[in-house]
Each structure stands twice: as C-alpha cells, then as structure tokens.
C-alpha cells in the first residue's frame, strides 16, 4: 500500500523581531492587552525597505527541508504553495519558488485557503501521492503580511496578530503495509461568513482596483471581525475534531499532539479544554511568531521535531479553521 509520508521539515522567520513593546511605540495599546486578548509576545515582520518577497522566505524554509531530506530540486515531482500574500498577484508564488530553487519544469500549484492552506495543502499532496501521480513533493506554507498592515490604533486588532514566516515540508510516496503518514483528513467551507476576514485589494468585484473611495475607506487593508471568527472556531473546531477522531476510529488518548493553527491562544485553549485534551498534548508557539498564516502549522511541526518533543510512532493532529471560512484537520502517524 502506498502511504504519503513527511520525510523532513523545514522553518525560515526573518530577523526583524518586533515585540509588544515595540509596537506601543507606534501604536496605542499595552502588552497586558495584546497578551490578554491573543496570547501573542512577539513575532518577527520583514524590515520595512528590505528587498523580500513571500517567495524568499519560502526559499528559505524549502532550502532546510531538501537539505534534510537529501533531495535535489530537480527531483520534485510537485510544489504546492499555500499563501494568501503571494509577492505578486499574477503569476503566483510557486512558480517564483520553482525558478529560485532550480527546480526546472516541475509543475507548481498555488493554492488560497488562508489559515487553512497548509491542512488543504496536505490533503492535496495525499491525494497527488495515492494516485502515483507524484513521488516527491514539496509543500510550503508561507507569508510577508506585514506589508499590508495598517499600523496604527484604529486597526490595532490585525496589526498586532499577523506576522511574516514560512514552512517547509518535504513529502514522499512510501510503499508499506504499517499504517503511517496520512491516517485520514476533513476539509470544511462555509463563504456564508467570507465577510468574517477579508483582505479587499488588489482584486474588487466592481473591477476597480484602486479608487479615492478604496483608499479613504481604507479597503486595501485586511479586515477581521474578531468576535465572530473567534465564536465560529471555538464552535466548529471541536465538532471537527471529533468527527475526524471518529473517521480514523481513534480516541482522544490515541493522539500523542496536537497541532493547532496559531491564530489566537484563547481558540486553542477553548479547544483543548472542549476536547479534554491535557495540556502537555498541546504545541502552541503563538507567543513567539504571532499569527503566520498558512506557515503557523508547518512552523509548529518543525520545532516539535527540533526539541524532540515527537518521536517516531507518534500521531499527531493538524488541525485549523480561518477566512473563507475553512476549517479542517489531517490526523498523521510519524514514521
């Protein structure tokens, strides 16, 4: 039987850290209010002026994947980039990466689900593996939002969560009869809350990309509804992850971590005490990176296995809701 495995992981966050502290200085607010809401310390945004684009920062993140993995760029069968700040609008992001890695005609897929994008690209990389259309995959999560941040206190709410980062994973067909690597996966959609986190420009449904309105509304900056992301995730989160502990006929106590998308420590920590989930059995790393997006999930991982903290044999749970609104899991036997 064929099994979709990750072979190595890799993480890339620029140099510039920017503290809570930091941003009292341009913005109204405290530590005690941002820490108190989101959970978040720190996180790391590309130096203003600095010559970046989303692609570098996946360069990156691939760069240690590949070398971990001992593969070459020319090996890949496939890239799938997930991001919802590609460098620029057309062409997208995985073409970019494919040219700066040398990776010569191998095909690159882009893919938009936001905070979702890693757990939606992992069930693509499954299905392109079980299929026996690809061999070798590179997936990456990655995102340069602080570009299009408004840093100021009247949208204090975005700018004090999202931050810039990538990761990285190399994943490879495995011929086995164990059952490891992708166990099972749910992906879920509901645009009936689209209005919930949107980012408006550079695309308008009115075909107006920028006008005196646009600018003076303030439209091309990203908006979220907080209160309602946060009751829709703390809602829906649970009931998925019960559903997919059902689908792969596993319990709780059969999960060895959890890994949940970094979008707001007071989510994950509704989550894990909805699903009894100790808390030992929890990674959050949103403290020090703040909000990455769809490199939050791939960044966790990659830490877990530095320090260790999984080891082979282990299952792990993936697991995320955001814009869209998407939300899914990806329950994963390391091998």
């Keep these: 039987m064929i099994r979709s495995i990750i072979r190595s992981t890799g993480r890339y966050v620029p140099d510039n850290h920017v503290t809570n502290h930091d941003l009292i200085e341009i913005i109204d607010t405290t530590n005690e209010w941002i820490v108190q809401r989101t959970g978040i310390e720190a996180r790391y945004w590309v130096k203003e002026g600095d010559d970046v684009g989303t692609s570098d920062l996946a360069l990156n993140a691939a760069k240690i ?4 993995a001992s593969w070459n760029p020319e090996e890949l069968d ?12 057309v062409p997208g992001s995985g073409t970019i990466l494919q040219d700066k890695l040398g990776a010569k005609y191998v095909s690159a897929i882009d893919i938009r689900q936001q905070c979702t994008g890693f757990l939606y690209g992992l069930e693509i990389c499954d ?3 079980c299929s026996r259309k690809a061999k070798k995959i590179l997936l990456v999560g990655a995102e340069y939002q602080s570009r299009h941040l408004e840093k100021t206190t009247a949208n204090r709410d975005t700018a004090i ?4 980062g990538a990761g990285a994973v190399c994943i490879e067909a495995l011929e086995t009869e164990e059952e490891v690597g992708f166990i099972t996966s749910i992906l879920h959609a509901d645009g009936n809350f ?4 949107k980012f408006g420009l ?3 449904k009115s075909g107006k990309v920028i006008t005196k309105s646009i600018v003076e509304n303030k439209e091309h900056f990203p908006y979220m509804d907080g209160k309602s992301v ?13 559903a997919l502990l059902q689908k792969a006929m596993m319990s709780i106590e ?3 971590m959890v890994v949940p998308h970094q979008a707001n420590l007071r989510i994950n920590e509704a989550f894990r005490e909805r699903m009894k989930i100790p808390k030992e059995k929890m990674y959050n790393n949103i403290q020090r990176y703040g909000n990455t997006t769809a490199a939050t999930i791939p960044i966790a991982f990659d830490e877990l296995l530095e320090k260790q903290m999984v080891k082979s044999g282990d299952t792990i749970m993936f697991i995320g809701l955001g814009a869209g609104l998407t939300w899914g899991g990806v329950i994963y036997k390391i091998i």
């Design 65 to 68: 994947a590949l070398e971990r």
């Design 78 to 89: 496939l890239i799938v980039f997930a991001t919802m700040t590609p460098d620029v609008n």
């Design 127 to 129: 299905a392109y593996i």
């Design 161 to 164: 969560i999202f931050a810039d």
């Design 194 to 197: 689209s209005d919930a986190l």
């Design 202 to 204: 550079p695309a308008k």
């Design 230 to 242: 946060f009751i829709q995730a703390i809602t829906r989160l649970p009931k998925l992850g019960e």
């Design 254 to 256: 059969d999960i060895d």
